[in-house]
């Protein structure tokens, strides 16, 4: 009887670890696959003119005012140089939230909320010429872009 229970024991330790290493863990710090590989022009568009709504056509959810989670996220914010949140972001259906970093002292800066509510910055990677997004680890001034060219993608788009 005791070999029996030490098989029995073994092959669910055994069963047990071959679950484990073989089920995919959904992590927390994993990003969304909207910004893996290269960025779809519509996240472009958000991230270097502030419009959500190519994202939204492409993604679903809903465009809403970026002032609560401008509160929530001001810690990825360059406070000190008055950066903020572009007036819009957009909800998607699946939780993730989507909203340029207004363009004062980068161009092309977005923050993500996924849908576990883990904020980042993230870089389209626009004005690198690659579109592969990647999380901003230091705020890297690229001079902005003007005001007048922001007013006319507003205009026209």
């Not at 389209?124 to 230091?138: A, I, L, Q, T, Y």
Request: glycine residues 8%; negative net charge; aromatic residues 6%.
């Amino acid at each position: 009887m005791k070999h029996s229970q030490t098989f029995n024991q073994s092959t669910i330790t055994m069963m047990t670890a071959l679950a484990l290493a073989v089920a995919a863990p959904a992590y927390a710090n994993e990003l969304p696959a909207t910004v893996m590989g290269t960025a779809s022009e519509a996240l472009v568009t958000l991230a270097t003119t502030g419009n959500p709504d190519p994202l939204q056509a492409e993604l679903g959810g809903t465009v809403m005012s970026s002032e609560d989670l401008q509160k929530k996220v001001g810690n990825l914010l360059n406070l000190e140089k008055q950066e903020h949140l572009a007036p819009k972001a957009l909800v998607t259906p699946t939780g993730e939230t989507y909203a340029m970093v207004a363009p004062t002292i980068t161009k092309d800066n977005f923050i993500l909320v996924d849908s576990e509510g883990q904020a980042r910055r993230m870089d389209v990677g626009d004005s690198e010429g690659h579109h592969m997004p990647f999380v901003v680890k230091e705020i890297v001034e690229d001079g902005g872009t003007p005001w007048y060219v922001e007013f006319w993608h507003w205009i026209t788009g």
